[in-house]
């Protein structure tokens, strides 16, 4: 943060453009027992590819709290998510059209932790929108859930489902139905309903909670009808779960559990080498009841190996288990071409393995399956902040999961230390990522383009805490070789939040030095002190940044905790943010760029609401 002054009046603000029209809701509070009314229309805030226009509002939730939202519209197919408390850009989950009632969404959600939620009134697809109301109820506790029937081998039971039924953190009602396993059993599911699309899931209790291990939805031949083949991957209970697709869905339905046919029977291929091979009605038979070859090979402990399945007569499917015919890893259209299929692993036990190859669907024909060995990981090289260094990326290099080579590493950092590392290439796209040393690599982080120069990459991060990290410098394209430039730079510590009086303005500037958010757009922070139900109007204006004004608190653990935000409340291109204080206390306004890398003056003014 640099260059500061605070005035003592809003009407210094002499860069402000003439407002716009279009008031941005993101992030409007949002009450329990609250309709509102909206419409998405030009000037909304759009998606990262500009693929749709949204609204955001923010809702206050206690742990375990279980709400419903309604969004309707007869101007656009509705579509609801909400995301949880914090930067994160997974959704929490997602309704389409739940309410039963043509395109309007009801989305049923349950707050795992305290905290704000972002809820999120879109169409499906499209900028095109319109007039639509969006409510938000509490629902009541749900039903204690019961002890699970039993069901055993060659039994089918009849059942219904009802809205006294326990339900899924997502809302849908279910059954429960236990049964007992030998390790490599294997169990053919069945279930059938004329009254609602059935879903069929298996899986184990765990500490008290409900552990996926497998789903259907749909069976092959079956219509709307699940079936599912199930493998145990060890001796013990398991669990079966029927559930509606829609969580509005009850009403009568069986269940049945058979023994499963036999797995499709192994042909040796060895590291190496390549075979085709030809799908048919009459093969084996995978988890998901459709036809499947399986091939072995022999393989060591940290062995890398890529495994090709391509074919023109089908979208190809892979999977490979471990002699247990415990799944390791599958894939679906991560080779070359479109549809056809790789998976690239680091093989974790010397031993024996197993591959599955089959379609996406039911489809059958000729294919051709490789599998071969590839540049295990090196140790990364440590580099050292400061540091510019040349290096190459080519056929020799190690692979990622996604068959691109790579440079890796090393680097030692202490908890919130901000780092930079800049990429750049004039022979391919650059991509770097960042994660944490040892065991197998994660990214933490990543960026492709983060340098605003054209396929080059700038990626900032916030070291979590103390200790050792790898970086990796590597093409966007698993085609991608030849030389490249890496710089790795300390940037400290973030900015500590500066202090803005509440009828005052600040004028700052935006710098590559400033904090930056998750998505790497730079902010400043300032603190104030606000009282409870103190209205107040914040205002950004800049002509060189695209505004974005959040308010909340710094929790304990560092987190921001977004209470309110806007981005293009004002105009286009300034942000505007009413907002009302929920307790006597310190919050912290971070102004900042809506874009990643954008840089420039503003001007921040917060002022009590006429």
């Given at each position: 943060?640099r260059?500061?002054t605070?005035l003592a009046?809003?009407?210094?603000?002499?860069?402000?453009?003439?407002?716009?029209?279009a008031?941005?809701?993101?992030?409007?509070?949002?009450?329990?027992?609250t309709?509102?009314?909206?419409a998405i229309?030009?000037g909304d805030?759009?998606?990262?590819?500009?693929?749709?226009?949204?609204d955001?509002?923010?809702?206050?939730?206690?742990?375990?709290?279980?709400f419903?939202?309604i969004l309707?519209?007869?101007?656009f197919?509705?579509?609801l998510?909400?995301f949880?408390?914090?930067?994160?850009a997974?959704?929490?989950?997602s309704?389409?059209?739940?309410?039963g009632e043509?395109?309007?969404?009801?989305l049923r959600?349950t707050a795992p932790?305290?905290?704000?939620?972002?809820?999120?009134?879109?169409?499906?697809?499209?900028l095109?929108g319109?007039?639509?109301?969006?409510?938000?109820?509490?629902?009541p506790?749900?039903p204690r859930?019961?002890r699970?029937?039993?069901i055993?081998l060659?039994?089918?039971l009849?059942?219904?489902l009802?809205?006294?039924d326990p339900e899924?953190?997502d809302g849908r009602?279910?059954d429960?139905?236990?049964?007992?396993?030998?390790?490599?059993?294997?169990?053919?599911?069945?279930l059938?309903?004329?009254?609602f699309?059935p879903?069929?899931?298996?899986?184990?209790?765990v500490?008290g909670?409900f552990?996926q291990?497998?789903e259907?939805?749909?069976g092959?031949?079956?219509?709307?009808?699940?079936r599912?083949?199930f493998?145990?991957p060890?001796?013990g209970?398991y669990?079966?779960?029927?559930?509606p697709?829609d969580a509005?869905?009850?009403?009568?339905?069986s269940l049945?559990?058979?023994?499963?046919?036999?797995?499709a029977s192994?042909?040796?291929i060895?590291?190496?080498?390549t075979v085709?091979?030809?799908?048919t009605?009459?093969?084996g038979?995978?988890?998901?009841?459709t036809p499947?070859d399986?091939?072995?090979?022999?393989?060591?402990?940290?062995?890398r190996?890529?495994?090709?399945?391509?074919?023109?007569?089908?979208?190809t499917?892979?999977?490979l288990f471990?002699?247990?015919r415990?799944?390791?890893?599958?894939?679906?259209?991560?080779?070359p071409?479109?549809?056809?299929?790789?998976?690239?692993l680091?093989?974790?036990?010397t031993?024996a393995?197993?591959?599955?190859?089959?379609?996406?669907?039911?489809?059958?024909?000729?294919?051709?399956?490789s599998?071969?060995?590839v540049?295990p990981?090196?140790?990364?090289?440590?580099?050292?902040?400061?540091?510019?260094?040349q290096?190459?990326?080519?056929?020799?290099?190690?692979?990622?999961?996604d068959?691109r080579?790579?440079d890796a590493f090393?680097?030692?950092g202490v908890?919130?230390?901000r780092?930079?590392a800049?990429?750049?290439?004039?022979d391919?796209?650059?991509?770097?990522q960042i994660g944490?040393?040892?065991?197998?690599?994660s990214?933490l982080?990543?960026?492709?383009d983060?340098?605003?120069?054209g396929?080059d990459?700038?990626l900032n991060?916030i070291?979590p805490e103390?200790?050792?990290y790898?970086l990796r410098?590597?093409?966007?394209?698993s085609?991608?070789?030849?030389l490249?430039s890496?710089?790795?730079v300390?940037r400290?510590p973030?900015?500590?939040a500066?202090s803005?009086l509440i009828?005052s303005?600040?004028?700052?500037?935006?710098?590559?030095?400033?904090?930056?958010?998750?998505s790497?757009?730079h902010?400043d922070?300032?603190?104030?002190?606000?009282?409870?139900?103190e209205k107040l109007?914040?205002t950004?204006?800049?002509?060189d940044v695209d505004?974005?004004?959040a308010?909340?608190?710094?929790?304990?653990?560092?987190?921001?905790?977004?209470?309110?935000?806007?981005?293009?409340?004002?105009?286009?291109?300034?942000?505007?943010?009413e907002w009302?204080?929920?307790?006597d206390?310190?919050?912290e306004i971070r102004?900042?760029?809506?874009?990643?890398g954008?840089?420039?003056v503003?001007?921040l003014t917060?002022e009590k609401k006429?």
């Open positions: 943060m260059r500061h605070i009046a809003a009407s210094c603000l002499a860069i402000v453009l003439a407002a716009g029209s008031l941005a809701q993101s992030g409007q509070p949002l009450a329990v027992g309709t509102v009314q909206g229309e030009e805030q759009t998606d990262a590819e500009d693929a749709y226009r949204y955001d509002y923010a809702v206050t939730a206690r742990a375990g709290q279980r419903e939202a309707r519209s007869g101007e197919d509705a579509w998510e909400v949880p408390p914090g930067e994160s997974e959704a929490l989950g309704d389409d059209d739940g309410l043509g395109t309007d969404s009801r959600f932790e305290a905290g704000t939620y972002i809820l999120r009134a879109r169409p499906l697809s499209g095109e319109g007039a639509y109301t969006l409510s938000l109820t509490e629902r506790p749900a859930a019961p699970p029937s039993g055993r060659g039994q089918t009849n059942g219904e009802s809205a006294r899924t953190d009602p279910y429960a139905f236990s049964f007992r396993a030998r390790q490599g059993e294997r169990f053919a599911v069945a059938d309903s004329e009254a699309d879903v069929l899931r298996v899986g184990r209790n500490d909670a552990v291990l497998a259907n939805d749909d092959p031949d079956s219509g709307l009808n699940s599912l083949i493998t145990a060890e001796t209970d669990l079966i779960r029927v559930t697709l509005a869905g009850t009403g009568a339905y049945g559990l058979r023994e499963g046919p036999p797995p192994a042909e040796p060895a590291i190496g080498a085709e091979g030809q799908l009605g009459s093969d038979k995978s988890e998901s009841d499947a399986a091939w072995r090979f022999e393989g060591r402990e940290g062995q190996v890529r495994i090709d399945m391509t074919s023109d007569d089908f979208d499917y892979l999977e471990d002699e247990n415990v799944s390791l890893d599958e894939d679906d259209d991560g080779g071409a479109g549809t056809n299929s790789r998976i690239t680091t093989l974790p036990r031993g393995y197993i591959v599955e190859a089959r379609a996406f669907s039911d489809g059958t024909g000729a294919y051709s399956l599998v071969t060995e540049q990981d090196r140790m990364p090289e440590p580099i050292a902040f400061g540091t510019a260094l290096g190459e990326i080519g056929e020799a290099d190690p692979r990622d999961d068959d080579g790579f090393t680097f030692s908890q919130g230390q780092i930079q800049i990429m750049r290439s004039g391919f796209d650059t991509y770097l944490k040393a040892g065991g197998e690599f990214a982080e990543d960026d492709d983060g340098l605003m120069e396929t990459s700038r991060f070291l103390d200790g050792e790898v410098a590597l093409p966007l394209g085609d991608g070789e030849g490249y890496l710089e790795l300390d400290g973030q900015p500590k500066g803005l009828g303005t600040a004028w700052g500037t935006l710098s590559e030095s400033d904090a930056t958010t998750d790497n757009s902010y922070a300032y603190r104030i002190t606000a009282r409870e139900d109007l914040i950004m204006v800049s002509n505004s974005f004004v308010i909340g608190r710094v929790k304990a653990n560092g987190d921001f905790e977004v209470l309110g935000s806007d981005d293009d409340g004002l105009t286009d291109t300034h942000a505007k943010l009302t204080a929920p307790a206390g310190t919050y102004a900042g760029a809506y874009q990643h954008q840089t420039g503003y001007a917060v006429p």
